[in-house]
């Protein structure tokens, strides 16, 4: 049986676990390699100040997922994004009218490009080699997405699950999504995500499907004083 216990501290059993080869470790704290995703996380506040600092030598504008954090006066909390954990321990029974595409590195500029546009901060160059993703295409063009981001043993986080502005209301976030959550629970994992707790027409559609949510959790997004934010 998997321990979801560990979805408390996502991002440090994730950087302990499967994503051990992108983890920067400091002590106490662990991270992602900037190149990759902008999250760190902790599992005691003492003795965090130097590796929060050289991390933030790498990236001046990052997260720490999980209890609030304590650090040096150097950096400072921007905002506190409160997002619902949302599991499911099932496959879903939707039915997937379009074509749903594998991506590849080929695809990593129009990744990039079309998560940024609607969640802009969060995806990075390299996120998409965390996990598989997954894409619709109309007229040669992605329009809608879905994929892996944390993976711990047993666990796998849906991620980027966006649709272009103008290909809205068709379907396609819940084709993916039924799409993405029934490759992880073949592999015999639990997927799970992260949806910002305001976010209510997304949070609807979660719960349609079937999605239970198991707690809330803050990522922090940290800054260096007089940095370029």
Avoid at 34 to 43: I, Q, R
Avoid at 101 to 125: A, I, W
Wanted: aromatic share 12%.
């Amino acid at each position: 049986m998997v321990n979801l216990d560990k979805l408390d501290n996502p991002v440090w059993y994730s950087l302990v676990e499967c994503h051990q080869t992108v983890a920067i470790n400091y002590a106490n704290a662990k991270f992602y390699h900037p190149d990759y995703c902008p999250f760190g996380a902790f599992e005691a506040s003492d003795h965090l100040s130097n590796g929060w600092i050289d991390y933030a030598s790498l990236i001046d504008n990052f997260f720490i997922v999980g209890e609030k954090p304590t650090f040096p006066a150097s950096l400072a909390i921007k905002r506190e994004v409160v997002c619902l954990q949302m599991v499911i321990e099932k496959q879903l029974e939707v039915e997937i009218k379009e074509r749903i595409t594998l991506l590849n590195n080929k695809h990593e500029d129009v990744l990039f490009e079309l998560v940024n546009l609607v969640q802009p901060g969060y995806f990075k160059r390299k996120t998409s080699q965390l996990g598989n993703y997954y894409g619709i295409f109309k007229d040669d063009k992605l329009v809608a997405v879905s994929g892996e981001r944390m993976n711990l043993n047993g666990l796998v986080e849906i991620s980027a699950i966006v649709t272009h502005p103008n290909y809205t209301s068709k379907g396609y976030a819940k084709q993916l999504i039924t799409h993405t959550v029934n490759k992880i629970v073949e592999r015999n994992c639990v997927p799970f995500l992260h949806v910002v707790q305001s976010n209510t027409s997304a949070i609807g559609l979660y719960n349609q499907l079937g999605f239970d949510t198991r707690r809330t959790i803050s990522f922090w997004n940290i800054v260096r004083v007089n940095g370029d934010h």
